[in-house]
């Protein structure tokens, strides 16, 4: 069956870093376009990235333009998110997509 299995969450000071990652599996990977999105307590779900099928188009929302970066490899059906100079803002579970596809979240904390 279709699994999408997000990891490297985790608790962080502001200004830090983390790399996320999300493992795919039981579906075509390398033909779909995959985003991350976030959702903050209390709020709805935003996208925060997106990458093409092959890798060579991106996109960032405006609120993590230069400080995140979205990457894939397709030979290991994995894509990531690297994630710097981290804001408390940025606190939220953190959701890998596939179209109709969503993983259980990875929860990101950024505080002091």
């Known amino acids: 069956q279709v699994q999408l299995v997000e990891s490297g969450g985790g608790l962080v000071q502001p200004g830090g870093s983390l790399r996320l990652s999300c493992a795919a599996s039981?579906?075509?990977?390398?033909?779909?376009?995959i985003s991350w999105y976030r959702q903050a307590p209390g709020k709805g779900r935003g996208l925060v990235a997106s990458i093409s099928d092959t890798g060579g188009s991106t996109y960032y929302a405006d609120s993590v333009k230069d400080r995140f970066t979205i990457s894939r490899d397709n030979s290991k059906n994995t894509v990531y998110l690297q994630m710097s100079s981290l804001k408390p803002e940025d606190t939220a579970m953190y959701y890998c997509?596939?179209?109709?596809?969503w993983g259980q979240g990875t929860q990101v904390t950024v505080s002091s």
């Open positions: 039981g579906f075509a990977f390398a033909t779909y376009g």
């Open positions: 997509n596939a179209r109709r596809y």
